[in-house]
T-cell receptor
Framework: DAGVIQSPRHEVTEMGQEVTLRCKPI?????LFWYRQTMMRGLELLIY????????DSGMPEDRFSAKMPNASFSTLKIQPSEPRDSAVYFC?????????????????FGEGSRLTVL | GQQVMQIPQYQHVQEGEDFTTYCNSSTTLSNIQWYKQRPGGHPVFLIQ?????EVKKQKRLTFQFGEAKKNSSLHITATQTTDVGTYFC?????????????FGQGTTLQVKP
């Protein structure tokens, strides 16, 4: 299994630019999560999808952030316009809730992350 | 709001010494999970505890879930340099079993060879 795949691994951009982060969850997983990690705030849950539907976006910082999941194998997190305080590592994670692919313990499988630096 | 707290934030030990990190939740948890993140890496699942008072072992790692299901600990016996990293505990957000997790701030372990 290829695991959760994220791109890009690193992104350096200037303030005001649009940033799009991408994620391919593990095949068969029906829940997808976007987390942001910073030294100050640790791992924060931004948004959660179940069966491609956004269920909880209460962690999304503000309207500059948006996330989509057009199908079961792809999700994007977009920041427009980006600001220096958005600099962080963004992780995508997936798991299987219910169904024949249900993970035994409900553990999250994380991608390797996208390190974003906004200058 | 719901919080999961870990102490200590950092721990430096000499190789061979023991290490313990403690996790406390503001709410009763249905289960607790532990993850390890190596420097520059991503969180990797270690274990899940479900039952009150549960103790599980993985080689030199011992995980415990408190009787009230509000706290947990991870103990590493005779640390090795391969144990370096940040250890996170995580509990379900809210009461529903949706897979949403709230993570503690983590304990970063440094091991001197």
């Amino acid at each position: 299994d290829a695991g959760v795949i994220q791109s890009p691994r690193h992104e350096v951009t200037e303030m005001g630019q649009e940033v799009t982060l991408r994620c391919k969850p593990i095949s068969g997983h029906n829940s997808l999560f976007w987390y942001r990690q910073t030294m100050m705030r640790g791992l924060e849950l931004l948004i959660y999808f179940n069966n491609n539907v956004p269920i909880d976006d209460s962690g999304m910082p503000e309207d500059r952030f948006s996330a989509k999941m057009p199908n079961a194998s792809f999700s994007t997190l977009k920041i427009q316009p980006s600001e220096p305080r958005d600099s962080a590592v963004y992780f995508c994670a997936s798991t299987a809730q219910g169904g024949r692919h249900k993970t035994r313990t409900g553990e999250l499988f994380f991608g390797e992350g996208s390190r974003l630096t906004v200058l | 709001g719901q919080q999961v707290m870990q102490i200590p934030q950092y721990q430096h030990v000499q190789e061979g010494e023991d290490f313990t990190t403690y996790c406390n939740s503001s709410t009763t948890l249905s289960n607790i999970q532990w993850y390890k993140q190596r420097p520059g890496g991503h969180p990797v699942f270690l274990i899940q505890l479900v039952k009150s008072g549960e103790v599980k072992k993985q080689k030199r790692l011992t995980f415990q879930f408190g009787e009230a299901k509000k706290n947990s600990s991870l103990h590493i016996t005779a640390t090795q340099t391969t144990d370096v990293g940040t250890y996170f505990c995580a509990g379900p957000k809210g009461s529903s079993n949706t897979g949403k997790l709230i993570f503690g701030q983590g304990t970063t372990l440094q091991v001197k060879p």
